[in-house]
């Protein structure tokens, strides 16, 4: 459920352009700036490419967070493994880098869910904060 919801976002997201503050690269876990509650919250680069129009496209998890989900066993889901994110909402959320980590393996069906939809034209890339993109996330959660 959490992919349909990524993907129906994707198609009202902005295109960005490459303008790198910092040097990112993926296996990067940096704190940003989360939700109130969330401070513990990380991000992990799973991957970096390179796409028409949008240029550099990162493939982001997000762990430590505590959405509202009312499909999950637990009513709550504390991963989001995949969104595609520019380099401005890394800019503007990235706070410190505090480690390195291998790939989240549940990016992977994220990812390629995105590609297709990309690749069709019917997904795009976020440009706003990743703590906005998880309100986002929470709010289309509630609605379903």
Aim: glycine share 6%.
């Amino acid at each position: 459920m959490i992919y349909r919801v990524l993907f129906a976002l994707g198609l009202c997201m902005q295109s960005s352009t490459d303008a790198d503050a910092r040097e990112y690269a993926q296996g990067q876990v940096w704190s940003y700036h989360a939700r109130a509650g969330e401070e513990a919250s990380t991000l992990l680069i799973n991957r970096i490419e390179e796409v028409a129009v949008h240029g550099k496209v990162f493939h982001i998890s997000v762990s430590d967070v505590r959405i509202k989900s009312p499909g999950h066993p637990d009513g709550v889901t504390t991963e989001l493994p995949h969104f595609p994110v520019s380099s401005a909402t890394l800019d503007s959320s990235c706070v410190e880098l505090v480690g390195r980590s291998e790939p989240n393996p549940a990016y992977l069906a994220g990812y390629e869910s995105w590609r297709a939809a990309f690749d069709a034209g019917k997904a795009g890339v976020f440009s706003i904060s990743v703590a906005e993109i998880v309100s986002a996330i929470e709010s289309s959660l509630a609605r379903r």
